[in-house]
């Protein structure tokens, strides 16, 4: 088997973030590492589900909408994936992301897409948990000008 590239990243080493894993074709992996990897903290489900859920929302409703392929969860529950066409520069990605960060800890309100018709696992919503998750994450990243680089 060939050993997938996200895997050749010291994840020892690694600490919270964002970073570039991928660029394929004129599409950008950004990692947006939450938690330190293999420190026991982790999201968990609810955090992570309802984390989901308002910020892909507020990304798909942003300045870079028409460029966000995809966002979503790391299995490890440590973070997130963004995908975002290589037309958005890298500078302004964390800029809107810092904007939607800043959305979801404003937001008073329904959690977005919270019924049974709209997603799969409705009852494991909780927006507080969304809420100190983004507000955890912003202050790793509110100091940031660029991305951060995989050694
Ligand atoms: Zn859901």
Do not use: W
């Amino acid at each position: 088997m060939n050993t997938i590239k996200s895997f050749l990243v010291d994840h020892t080493k690694l600490k919270e973030g964002i970073y570039i894993s991928r660029i394929d074709g004129d599409c950008v992996t950004y990692d947006l590492r939450f938690c330190r990897p293999n420190t026991g903290i982790l999201l968990d489900n609810a955090a992570l589900h309802t984390t989901e859920h308002m910020l892909a929302t507020f990304f798909r409703n942003s300045e870079i909408s028409g460029s966000v392929v995809y966002f979503g969860p790391m299995g490890c529950q440590t973070g997130f994936y963004l995908i975002v066409r290589d037309s958005v520069s890298p500078e302004k990605v964390l800029e809107v992301l810092k904007d939607c960060l800043v959305k979801v800890m404003e937001y008073e309100g329904e959690v977005f897409g919270a019924s049974a018709e709209e997603c799969g696992n409705y009852r494991n919503l909780d927006l507080n948990f969304a809420k100190r998750t983004c507000g955890a994450y912003l202050s790793v990243i509110e100091g940031l000008e660029n991305i951060m680089e995989y050694e």
